[in-house]
């Protein structure tokens, strides 16, 4: 099983960049999946959240200019980041429960399966 996240790099402030994070050996549609943010020093923080049944979920910090989506058939969750500060340079994880969910569970806050991690620079 593995969770693979990319689509980061360098961008400017204000600019846009898609992150993707793509399975092998297990089923994302049958999970709620979760994307983190980590900078030097400090936690990993939940930025967002999307449910196997679609819902989605938002950090404060990220609100109206991160969109997390899933494309089911290529076993894919993405996060558009739109409008980037540089106080989003952060590693960015993806995650998802070992466990299935049910199409009305919520974001869970157990997670058996997380990407590698993909470094965002934003420069000002």
């Known amino acids: 099983v593995q969770l693979q996240a990319s689509g980061g790099g360098l961008v400017q402030a204000g600019g846009s960049v898609r992150l993707s994070c793509t399975a092998s050996g297990v089923a994302l549609a049958d999970r709620a999946v979760s994307w983190f943010r980590q900078t030097p020093g400090k936690e990993r923080v939940r930025i967002s959240c999307?449910?196997?049944?679609?819902?989605?979920d938002y950090a404060e910090s990220v609100k109206g200019r991160f969109t997390i989506s899933r494309d089911n058939a290529k076993n894919t969750v993405y996060l558009q980041m739109n409008s980037l500060k540089p106080e989003d340079m952060a590693v960015y994880y993806c995650?998802?429960?070992?466990?299935?969910?049910?199409?009305?569970?919520?974001?869970?806050?157990?997670?058996?399966?997380w990407g590698q991690g993909t470094l965002v620079t934003v420069s000002s």
């Open positions: 999307v449910t196997r049944g679609g819902r989605t």
């Open positions: 995650a998802a429960p070992m466990n299935r969910n049910t199409l009305t569970s919520p974001c869970p806050s157990d997670f058996g399966y």
